[in-house]
T-cell receptor, first 115, second 110 residues
Framework: GENVEQHPSTLSVQEGDSAVIKCTYS??????FPWYKQELGKGPQLIID?????GEKKDQRIAVTLNKTAKHFSLHITETQPEDSAVYFC??????????????FGKGTHLIIQP | DSGVTQTPKHLITATGQRVTLRCSPR?????VYWYQQSLDQGLQFLIH???????AKGNILERFSAQQFPDLHSELNLSSLELGDSALYFC?????????FGQGTRLTVV
């Protein structure tokens, strides 16, 4: 089955700096790669996703890149703000008709924004 | 608010007991997924239902079962509970690939 590795487990950055979280996956059939943000006491919130036919996607301060050959994808957050502090999860799945297979998640990155 | 509703928010029960967790998906979403989140195992996929039919199974124990009803709400049944079943249980729904999670049910087995 799919295996997703995520690094680092903890990332501390100064407010206003950029943060980068990296993930690798093992199953070349995976074609859907979402990122989730989870705040304390809440469910994971989808913040951005990318499909295997796209190399990069951007949404305001958040961007995701995908390298299918190397089987890795990354989340980039620019101009970090205190409200960006949370646990971030990468995930991978195979999307086909009738919905995606279940997501395989990385272990999470605790992002701390230092004021 | 994701639009996915889970009840109850908290549940405390004794070992050996059986509990039922409920999920109401976003309006129009045909897929419902169940996940378990624990400190040692992380977020793990349990099972996927699409329009009432089971589509995929993940790391779901035989003591656990789920179903999706004609109105598309879903229930996760956990039986013969053990201390190690204490965890957060999330439901997610989707119409395409994007899955939206509920706030979860925190299960504590004592």
């Amino acid at each position: 089955g799919e295996n997703v590795e995520q690094h680092p487990s903890t990332l501390s950055v100064q407010e206003g700096d950029s943060a980068v979280i990296k993930c690798t996956y093992s199953d070349s059939a995976s074609n859907y790669f979402p990122w989730y943000k989870q705040e304390l006491g809440k469910g994971p919130q989808l913040i951005i996703d990318i499909r295997s036919n796209v190399g990069e996607k951007k949404d305001q301060r958040i961007a995701v890149t995908l390298n299918k050959t190397a089987k890795h994808f990354s989340l980039h957050i620019t101009e970090t703000q205190p409200e960006d502090s949370a646990v971030y999860f990468c995930a991978a799945s195979i999307h086909k008709g009738g919905g995606a297979d279940g997501l395989t998640f990385g272990k999470g990155t605790h992002l701390i924004i230092q004021p | 608010d994701s639009g996915v509703t889970q009840t109850p928010k908290h549940l405390i029960t004794a070992t050996g007991q059986r509990v039922t967790l409920r999920c109401s998906p976003r309006s129009g979403d045909l897929s419902v997924y169940w996940y378990q989140q624990s400190l040692d195992q992380g977020l793990q996929f349990l099972i996927h239902y699409y329009n009432g039919e089971e589509r995929a199974k993940g790391n779901i124990l035989e003591r656990f079962s789920a179903q999706q009803f004609p109105d598309l709400h879903s229930e996760l049944n956990l039986s013969s509970l053990e201390l190690g079943d204490s965890a957060l249980y999330f439901c997610a729904s989707s119409v395409g690939a994007e899955a939206f999670f509920g706030q979860g049910t925190r299960l504590t087995v004592v």
